[in-house]
């Protein structure tokens, strides 16, 4: 009996600081998760507007200079050129792009009220609605690091919290949504990168 006891004694403080570590593990995805797919969704969102010309001024931009800069991860390429707009009322002679372009290119974009551009055309957009896809499928797996976080900390009330929302219909719909990202991801994905093989 001394030594079951014993061996109880012993084991509960490893389980309590397994379980803590599990609970840490789960909220760090979660939250990076959550914060990653909304940062991301948003970001592509907004350029999305411009590269299918619902908002922006239209027009062409000739690159002359390229600039790179940070190192590792950070770094990060910028292209300045001149914008002449479709309807020659703008013309900008330090217009700015992201990514890495030759010197003498003309690209045809959408310029913002900073003199930020973006490019425009099929290639762009479904390169965006894949990752707006990839976003939200992010941020669905970190919702569900987030439950399951509460949940192993609080079983109890994890599960009649679960219970309440967490039917069997929601979990359909919820697979469904997941499914319908991930189609959308691989079919905007070929779509951009067959886009972007044809661009000059």
Excluded at 37 to 53: E, F, Q, W
Excluded at 103 to 126: H, S
Excluded at 162 to 171: E, N, T
């Amino acid at each position: 009996m001394e030594t079951r006891r014993q061996v109880r004694a012993d084991s509960t403080p490893k389980s309590l600081l397994g379980h803590v570590w599990l609970v840490l593990a789960m909220l760090f995805i979660g939250v990076l998760f959550s914060a990653l797919g909304v940062g991301g969704a948003v970001s592509l969102t907004d350029g999305l507007k411009y590269s299918i010309r619902a908002s922006g001024t239209p027009g062409l931009l000739k690159i002359y200079a390229c600039t790179t800069s940070g190192t590792g991860k950070q770094r990060h390429t910028d292209c300045f050129g001149a914008f002449h707009s479709d309807d020659h009322r703008v013309v900008d002679q330090s217009a700015s792009i992201g990514g890495s372009y030759k010197q003498g290119t003309v690209l045809p974009v959408q310029r913002d009220a900073r003199g930020d551009c973006y490019t425009v055309g099929v290639a762009p957009t479904a390169g965006r609605l894949a990752g707006i896809c990839a976003c939200v499928v992010g941020l669905i797996a970190g919702l569900g690091a987030l439950c399951g976080a509460f949940s192993t900390a609080m079983p109890r009330l994890g599960s009649r919290i679960g219970a309440a929302l967490w039917s069997p219909g929601a979990a359909r719909i919820v697979g469904r949504l997941c499914k319908a990202l991930g189609i959308g991801f691989a079919v905007f994905g070929v779509v951009g990168m067959i886009g972007w093989l044809a661009m000059p």
